[in-house]
């Protein structure tokens, strides 16, 4: 199988820009005989920002280019002028970006969850004084300054947690893909084998009122899902920011397991992953309703846990026009689920 390789985390490495020196200039201008310090001070080193852009929706550009640098500040020049300042550098990451210090697992230096929100993470370094700072009574000629401070330089981890209302989950080959597919716009990659989709990506229905509800597909979940097997936890981190959960069920039992099963594991998985998630809300989808065991499993699904699923043939288009008005009715209706963010 071919590697599979996650673009929505980044290992970065960045370096605001050094202050400039503060300079040791004096004066020298003709018919003055002792001209008095006149070094200036030194720029301001530019500092690094990440920038929450809705155009940007992945990681990609930085995995190519992890070393980013704003620029240094110019030294202080003569007749007290000042050092240039250096660029500041605003680098353009998606909406959801989390970002880490030095590792997957350190402390969380901050996010950038809106369009246009900046994150200052590396401070430029500061200019340094000119000798024009250092006259005294004392000493008119003062040969002191002070040199730029240094920018910081830091190791970051961003990863990025999709901002989806409704995520879809199941196990592979459930048909999640096919379902997004239908409700949306978007146009998954559909196939009769497991873990197709390798990414988690998000469509939008769009309600007649223009009400806008933002599902995610994400990669099927196998047990042990919460410990990290199959990449478990890659998956499990954008569920954990949606406000619905839509469980998607084989309700043929064609990958030869048993849907009810399937259910209870996912929801087990979810919970030992981060138990707030059991209290998150959440509707089942009954889907391939088109295959000879599924009425049996439904019934006994409806029985054995009283939930009341939405029966779908997601492949034919069957059962995706009532979710289509439940989901925004769930998600606005008179007792929304709460808001995460
Ligand atoms: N019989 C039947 N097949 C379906 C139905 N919906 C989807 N399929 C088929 O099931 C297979 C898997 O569908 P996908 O949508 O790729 O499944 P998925 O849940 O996204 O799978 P992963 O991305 O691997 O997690 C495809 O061959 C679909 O054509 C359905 O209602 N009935
Ligand atoms: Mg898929």
Redesign the pocket.
Known sequence: MKAIVFRDQVKLYVAAGNGGDGSAYFRREKFVPFGGPSGGDGGDGGSVFLVGNVQVDSLLDLYDQPHQRAQPGDKGGTNQSTGRRGESLRIQVPRGTVVRLEQKDGPILGEVMQDGEELLIAQGGFGGKGNVHFKTSSNQAPKECTPGTDGERKVLWLELKLIADVGLV?Y???????LLSKLTHAHPK???Y????LNPLIGTLETPDFRRVRIA?I??LIDGAHDGVGLGHEFLRHIERTRLLLF?LDM?GVDGRDPLEDFQNLREELRLYNPELEHRPYRVIA?????PEAEANLARLREETGEHPFP?????GDGVEVLKSELPRIMFGDSPPPELF
């Open positions: 199941g592979p080959n459930a048909g999640k893909s096919t559909v196939a009769s497991p873990f197709t989709t597909d990669p099927g998607v043929g889907n391939k309703m088109d295959e779908t043939i997601a492949e034919l």
